[in-house]
């Protein structure tokens, strides 16, 4: 399978002949561009995951693209071809086979209202598994061979987000949701996840819009 970060959280996943587009969202750049693709894919309703602006076009340069979006997501985007896709679900997009898990958005805050969130679980017909948990660290599924993790985010502490590493465990980390550092900033979350990570787990800083191989 081939991974390529378009920024932020969003990333274009490609095995066989399909393609995946996960979280086209504000902070991320170079979707907007992307033709045959078989879904789009979207956690949840936040703008850094979703930007509805830009999604009209990409709607429209793929219109046999399925779109799959968390339950609350679907609503919002007020598309006629949206499929609600919830925790529990799974289909089968080309040869990639693709579960929902989860439900509910990290905390922020009690005055924060809490949003719904659905982790991605996507198996190639390879047998590799890349898992986007969305902006949420609860669910931690089996055999993940590429965790897409979210660096840095209100709700997120480092403890948190390296408790959540090493409960997934995966063989291959690659860090997304960093939209909000600067370059020192984000070196150093990055050692933090390169030094206190397990030990069997690669740290893989994906270049940006380029296709990545796994």
């Known amino acids: 399978m081939q991974i390529t970060s378009l920024g932020h959280a969003c990333l274009l996943l490609e ?6 587009l996960i979280d086209p969202g504000v902070y991320s750049t170079g ?4 033709t045959q693709l078989d879904a789009i894919l979207v956690t949840h309703q936040h703008a850094d995951h979703l930007d509805r602006d830009r999604l009209t076009d990409v709607v429209a340069a793929n219109p046999r693209a399925a779109l799959l979006f968390e ?3 679907a609503i919002e985007a007020d598309l006629e071809s949206v499929t609600v896709f919830s925790a529990g679900d799974s289909t089968r997009i080309g040869s990639i086979e693709v579960s929902a898990v989860g439900g509910e958005h990290a ?9 719904g ?20 660290y609860a669910d931690a599924p089996s055999g993940v061979d590429v965790l897409a ?7 997120a502490r480092v403890s948190g987000t390296l408790d959540f590493l090493h409960r997934v ?19 150093a979350y990055l050692l933090h996840v ?21």
């Open 194 to 214: 390169e030094n206190a990570g397990p030990d069997h787990t690669e740290l893989r800083a994906l270049p940006n819009a380029e296709p990545t191989a796994f």
């Open 31 to 34: 979707f907007e561009s992307l």
């Open 117 to 136: 969130n659905v982790g991605l679980v996507l198996r190639t017909g390879g047998g590799q598994t890349l898992f986007h948990p969305g902006d949420s």
């Open 71 to 73: 339950p609350e997501t």
């Open 15 to 20: 095995s066989d002949d399909t393609r995946l």
């Open 107 to 115: 905390p922020n805050h009690d005055q924060v209202p809490r949003l």
């Open 169 to 187: 465990s995966p063989r291959v980390v690659i860090p997304i949701h960093d939209g909000l550092l600067n370059e020192a900033g984000r070196a």
């Open 149 to 155: 993790l979210p660096l840095n985010a209100p709700w």
